[in-house]
């Protein structure tokens, strides 16, 4: 009699993966599709009621997952959120760089603060999960980088979102960088989302531009778990296939 056939996700199962921005939106998705997959997670967020929410979810649905305070402008809170999952799962296979902002506004408005807040985050935060975790990727001879990127690092997304482009533009430069620096064993994903469903669509202050950034994500938004199956798909993979960058947007959305 011959053997079932392995299912193309199986190879998920087990994987110790780290999420950051998982308290909400994409990051949250990704956590409870990979949990049903059966992978063991690493959730990383500054909310820590959100992530004690979501991790009891998962393992009361018979899921492993573990929850850590992060704030990924915090180089030493990014390490002690890798080290938590290799203190309870004994390593780590990937690191999904999802923490993100996108307070959008002219540049003339200046609202240099913001901008401070966009590089923190979006740029800062991937090159702190990035010096966490690949010394430890090296020291195993595997691992997996999923990093979020947008539609915006591909065109610029102006008067509005400059800065935010600038960012994600980034983004792509340094996985790239990496893809070409990490060696053959290490692999590196981009995610690029269009308007997807979660709390960046919030995080404009200027009004105009707050009203303008609703409109357009209720008329196009799809739901975060698209992500989070283009996510597992990059991870499921063998070992020797890296799926370098995923561009996914609504089909109705034109930029």
Known sequence: MSSLPMHPYDSIRGKVVVITGASSGLGESTARHLATLGARLVLGARRQAHLDRIVAEITAGGGEAIAVATDVTRPEQVEALVAAGEARFGRIDVLVNNAGTMPLSPLAKRRVDEWDRTIDVNIKGVLYGIATALPRFQ??????????????????????GTVYSATKFAVRAISEGLRSESGPNI?????????????????????????AVQSFYAAFQIPADAVARAIAYAIAQPDNVDINEIVLRPTAQEF
């Open 187 to 211: 692999r590196t994903t981009i995610i690029s989302p269009g308007a997807v469903d979660s709390e960046l669509k919030t995080h404009s202050t200027d009004a105009e531009t707050a009203a």
């Open 139 to 160: 020291a195993q001879g595997s691992g997996h980088f999923v990093n979020v990127a947008s539609v915006a690092g591909l065109k610029v997304f102006s008067p509005i």
